[in-house]
């Protein structure tokens, strides 16, 4: 059962950052486990009929190997900073495609200092881009349903509208983008309170819209 997340969790984030050593993690695992990887994965079990009832195609595996928690181990191996782990913890809710390399998401990311989550797709390849930007072309009113849903599409952007697309089509700016995600900003204070798992879980909802599009320009069902 999920509890909420306690002043523990976000302490010893922010003293494995000053600690960032396998020797600190190893003597200090025991509270790793207690204080962050618990909660972390009851969060995700709570979440689970939450998010099926936003669409069950989406999936939150609260297991330590192949689930929806990031590891918190580091590959360093073509990384010039060798720091063995990561200061933060992340959660992915993926679409239950196979074939994929990157279906869209829902998405939380929590440490001391940032908190945010929701969902999109982020660079994603280029196939899956052509769609989408298609999709708009093809499309312009659901788009604009998608983007009069009230919240911020971001994610990085060409500096043109690229090919076979007008550059003044209505849509020029979205046709532009390379990522498709919407993300809302917590406080540490935020994700401690009782009521943070349901207020993560609304702005999963607010931002459906934009998700249900990607899907549906990737063949997906939602």
Same mark, same amino acid.
């Given at each position: 059962?999920?509890?909420?997340?306690?002043?523990?969790?976000?302490?010893?984030?922010?003293?494995?950052?000053? *600690?960032? /050593?396998?020797?600190?993690f190893?003597?200090?695992?025991?509270?790793?486990?207690?204080?962050?990887e618990?909660?972390? %994965?009851?969060?995700?079990?709570?979440? &689970?009929?939450?998010l099926?009832? =936003?669409?069950?195609?989406?999936?939150?595996?609260?297991t330590?190997?192949?689930? @929806?928690?990031?590891? =918190?181990?580091?590959?360093t191996?073509?990384?010039? +900073?060798?720091?063995?782990?990561? /200061? *933060?913890i992340?959660?992915?809710?993926?679409? +239950?495609?196979?074939g994929?390399?990157?279906?869209?998401?829902? $998405?939380?990311?929590? @440490?001391?200092?940032?908190c945010?989550?929701?969902?999109?797709?982020? *660079? /994603?390849d280029?196939?899956?881009l052509?769609? =989408?930007? !298609?999709?708009?072309?093809?499309?312009?009113?659901?788009? !604009?349903?998608?983007? !009069?849903?009230?919240?911020?599409? !971001?994610?990085e952007?060409?500096?043109?509208?690229?090919?076979? $697309?007008p &550059? &003044? *089509?209505v849509?020029? +700016?979205?046709?532009r983008?390379? +990522?498709?995600?919407?993300?809302?900003?917590?406080?540490?204070?935020d994700?401690?309170a009782?009521?943070f798992?349901?207020?993560?879980?609304?702005?999963c909802?607010? =931002?459906?819209?934009?998700?249900?599009? %990607?899907?549906?320009?990737?063949?997906?069902?939602?």
């Amino acid at each position: 059962m999920f509890a909420g997340f306690d002043p523990g969790f976000f302490a010893f984030l922010k003293e494995l950052k000053s *600690h960032n /050593t396998r020797e600190w993690f190893a003597d200090n695992k025991a509270r790793y486990v207690a204080d962050v990887e618990a909660p972390a %994965l009851a969060f995700i079990s709570a979440f &689970a009929p939450t998010l099926k009832a =936003i669409s069950p195609r989406f999936v939150a595996r609260p297991t330590r190997m192949g689930g @929806s928690l990031f590891r =918190i181990h580091r590959d360093t191996r073509f990384s010039p +900073d060798k720091t063995p782990f990561k /200061t *933060h913890i992340a959660m992915r809710f993926p679409h +239950d495609a196979r074939g994929l390399e990157r279906a869209p998401s829902f $998405y939380l990311h929590l @440490s001391p200092g940032d908190c945010m989550g929701g969902g999109g797709l982020y *660079h /994603t390849d280029m196939p899956a881009l052509r769609k =989408i930007r !298609q999709r708009i072309h093809d499309d312009p009113r659901e788009w !604009q349903v998608v983007r !009069q849903s009230g919240f911020e599409i !971001q994610g990085e952007q060409l500096k043109r509208v690229p090919p076979p $697309y007008p &550059a &003044a *089509h209505v849509f020029g +700016d979205d046709l532009r983008r390379k +990522d498709f995600y919407a993300i809302e900003t917590f406080t540490p204070e935020d994700v401690m309170a009782p009521d943070f798992l349901d207020r993560y879980a609304s702005e999963c909802a607010r =931002i459906a819209p934009l998700v249900r599009f %990607l899907c549906a320009s990737l063949g997906l069902a939602f």
